[in-house]
């Protein structure tokens, strides 16, 4: 059984406990000063006179608490809603009731689990169709892309698939399987989407856009195309899922089959693996 689905509705059993309200933190650390209107009050003052006004309307905690562990029920809700299952809120809020008020209940224990077990089994399916279609779509256009990209001007592929366009050369020397590299890079999926970037990093002596790795511990792709570089050489690498993360689904962003391109710039290469820049 997938484990988020079966947790999900693990969950709504779990919220109905204060355990999971007292697990919660307020961060009052924040200083921030950025005025949020004309009256020169900043966002989080405006935030927390907006809390503290709500907050006053409940006349009890016995209110309040109630109120906060319907939210976090809802949140449970609304994820199962958004895998596939619409609650029927009037037959939910029934059982919820009967059970508070240790009336008889619909369906048995037993019926209960089951019913779950045949709602996880149908979310399954649903969720299993979802990624064929879309590892089965990302195929397609990757194969189609690559085809097409191939014909390029200045576009090469290697004997694995791997397809690169030399940017510039670089003079330094080529990158070993085991070395530890410094990279600067912009990972994007075929229609433009941007996905990874060294831009968002910063070094540990301050130097930002740079990440290190050793070489060995990265996609085939990467293995392969760093060592066409030289230290200083720049190339756009296109590369097939069968070199990246094959059928596997990453994110919100890498599907199933999706072919990844990448700019990158080889900055330097440690042959002893101990100047890490991050």
Partial sequence: ????????????????????????????????????????????????SAESDTSSSFKSLDEKGSYAMGMDVGKSLKQMKEQGFEVDMKAFFNAVQSVYDGKQTKLSESEASIAQVEIMTELEAKATKKYEEEAQANKEKGEAFLKENATKEGVKTTASGLQYKMIKEGTGRKPRKNDLVHVEYEGRLIDGTVFDSSKEGVSDDGVGGIISFQLDQTIPGWIEGLQLLKEGGEATFYIPAKLAYGEEKLGNKIGPNSVLIFDVKLVKIDRNGKHRIR
């Fill in 1 to 48: 059984m997938n484990k988020t689905l079966k947790l999900s509705m693990l969950a709504l059993i779990a919220t109905f406990s204060l355990t999971a309200c007292s697990n919660k933190t307020i961060d009052t650390s924040s200083t921030t000063t950025t005025p949020s209107s004309l009256n020169g009050t900043t966002a989080k003052e405006t935030e927390a």
